[in-house]
């Protein structure tokens, strides 16, 4: 199996080990490629992003390990940074440049109401918050709360062109059926409008599998239909264990390739010393 993790978080945020103890269990478990990708600080206090007043020592840490582990690891710099707003978010060219990033995860955790200058609505975290959040910064109103959530993720591909797009159907994480459907007719057309603007971009889409190790939700980010068009439309995919211990960097790995082979997907793309480059699904198996 060539094992790869692209989507990793230390204690540098919310991760709960250091970057070299990570990479030694790295090594020891038959990874071969081991991005780092802190949570970027956010203009607000939180307790799972970086502090900013980190970002350096973080740049540095990865450089040491880099070097250290070079004929046992590929190591990666990167940031899963979020997207909150256009002019409320740090740019990404800004991480690129001061992270020294050797490739940036885009993600949105925090949905905002442009009629609402303060509220935000988490999407992460305990389920209650969902209600609570969705209550404050959009009335209640479901319907535009998702359409806002997907219409920030074309935003920021559209603005931010990250190279990566975390857990991109997020936002059903902590529904859980509550609020709407993903069969609904007005979800599926937010939802296909965004993979077309995705597909323009050509921006890839990982495949995360970490609601399904942790039992936060039944299947991976995004889900086995979204997998297939996907694949339909051509955009590139890639697998993420979202890991935050050193023991989950190959949970459900081989599961999510299987997941895509089954969508019909030949490839995955993996991140080398050359950039972005596409792995056959049967070639990463054996």
């Known amino acids: ?30 990874l071969q490629t081991l991005g780092f990708s802190s949570h970027a600080p956010v203009p607000f206090e939180t307790k799972w992003a970086m502090h900013f ?23 990666y710099r990167s940031l899963e940074a979020d997207f909150i707003a256009h002019n409320r978010s740090v740019p990404f060219d800004v991480w690129r440049q001061l992270g020294q990033l050797d490739y940036i995860i885009g993600s949105v955790h925090l949905v905002s109401n442009p009629e609402k200058e303060n509220a935000i609505w988490f999407l992460d975290g305990p389920a209650e918050n969902y209600e609570i959040g969705l209550n404050e910064c959009f009335d209640g109103d479901i319907r535009q709360g998702v359409r806002s959530y997907y219409r920030q993720i074309q935003e920021m591909i559209i603005t931010q062109k990250p190279d990566m797009i975390a857990h991109i159907d997020k936002v059903v994480m902590n529904n859980k059926g509550r609020f709407f459907s993903e069969k609904d007719d007005w979800y599926q057309s937010i939802l296909e409008q965004t993979l077309k603007v995705i597909a323009k971009a050509g921006t890839v889409i990982e495949v995360n599998t ?47 390739l299987k997941a895509i082979r089954q969508a019909g997907g030949k490839s995955i793309s993996i991140f080398t010393k050359n950039g972005w480059k596409q792995k056959a699904i049967d070639a990463v198996i054996s």
């Open 210 to 256: 970490r609601g399904i190790y942790r039992g936060k939700y039944h299947t991976y980010f995004p889900n086995e239909n979204i997998i297939k068009r996907c694949v339909e439309l051509g955009i590139p995919l890639t697998v993420s264990v979202d890991a935050h211990h050193p023991g989950e960097l190959t949970s459900e790995f081989e599961s999510a």
């Open 1 to 30: 199996m060539y094992y790869f993790s692209l989507h990793t978080h230390s204690n540098f945020c919310d991760g709960k080990t250091s970057i070299e103890a990570i990479c030694e269990t790295a090594i020891k478990k038959g």
């Open 53 to 75: 007043q980190n970002l350096e020592p973080y740049v540095a840490e990865v450089k040491r390990c880099k070097e250290k582990f070079s004929e046992q690891l590929e190591i």
